[in-house]
């Protein structure tokens, strides 16, 4: 059986460029083309959901100005390289989104009102997320809304309201460890680690994982 949620940590891009001799941005252009064909193979597989780590709280502070900007110029062209996509999924977008230039945010908004009334896929991109950094704002809501302490209250503040928890999170580049990716979300999910660059990324490889999480029991503490 396949996971209903897959969650991708797209770890690699600039190793990638950097092995193929090319400056670090192409390596998040050949990302996003990895990332459709993550898209499409979810689709063929009847995965409903799937989420995507595309930019931490941690990349906005550390990176570079022109690597940012290139990122961001991404983001702008959202529309244009989603298009095949747009009549089948469902674009949600999480993370502190107001962290990110108003042309990124309204990008974001436009591809989320087109396409929310479709049923085949929701595809999540985090943006500006980091899992403490979600915590924290899902405290500041319940505060807000003066909601008393509960995991029900916590669970309906949290980005991911109304999705349910990856059942599979695999992480691309050869790193193992989650770096703070849904801390809340992902308590029984199943991890798969490869060394494959996040841009050398296929069916392949998906199918990898998806074996990977078949022959694992799975008790949820029974």
Known sequence: ???????????????????????????????????????????????????????????LKERSEKELNYLFKLIESAENYTKEFQKEERFVSIGDISGLPKSCRAVLGRLEEKTKKNTKITVCVAFNYGGRDELVRAVRTMMKKKLPSSEKNIIACLDTAGIPDPDLVIRTGGRTRLSGFMPWQTVYSELYFTKTLWPDFNEKELDKAIGFFNQTQRNFGK
């Not at 891009?13 to 941005?25: C, D, E, M, S, Y």
């Open 1 to 59: 059986m396949n996971p209903r949620h897959i969650a991708f940590l797209m770890d690699g891009n600039r190793r990638w460029a950097t092995a193929q001799g090319k400056i670090p941005v192409l390596g998040h252009k050949q990302g996003v083309e990895a990332l459709k064909k993550a898209v499409r193979a979810c689709i063929q597989r009847s995965i409903p959901y799937i989420t995507f780590w595309a930019l931490s709280t941690e990349n």
